[in-house]
């Protein structure tokens, strides 16, 4: 028995033609990105991590079709976070590395005890001699104990300007005329080479 043509079922004109018996395909969702979004998040807080997740993240975003671009985001914050934490990591190790070496150690020492000592003792000119020479000697000791190059020769100079001070004293004769701002240039030189704060 035939269907008459204006009982059959009519689809809207325009409308794909589906056999009967088989469904419309459903369209699956895209999902969501959720290692996007903490790698972004995590890249503000904890670099290495959010490095991690926004790699992750990129990667499933492909599949998930969401995601890229706070991915990308994280991941470049995450890498110059990391960069700037490796210089400040760098720079500071190298000043602790340089402040602890031995002969800096005992050279920041002695300048510290010997410079008051010297300043009470100017009218004393005995003490002063002897301050000044177990000054140099330290000094000497220091320089020898250094095992950065460029604090052993800092630390040598600045016992250099020290010897001249006591010869001076010891010979009653007047110190050359630029041998204070030399005294405070090596000094200087010094702090910079044992890497203290500041220098």
Known sequence: MSIPPSEAPQQPYGAPQQPYGYPTPIQQPTGSNGFAIAGLVLAFFFSPLGLIF????????????????????????SLLSIAVGITVFVVIGSKVVKAIDPGCTS????????????SADASNPDALKADLKNATDQLNAAAAKAGNANAKNAISALAADYQQMYTAVSTGTA?????????????????????????
């Open 54 to 77: 926004s790699i992750i993240g990129l990667v499933k975003s492909k599949s998930a079709g969401k995601g890229k671009v706070p991915a990308i985001i994280g991941l470049i914050v």
């Open 107 to 118: 050279a920041t020492s002695t300048v510290t005890t010997y410079s008051d000592k010297i």
């Open 175 to 199: 110190p050359s005329a630029d041998l204070q701002s030399k005294l405070e240039t090596d000094a200087n030189k010094v702090d910079t080479a044992c890497g203290h704060i500041g220098s």
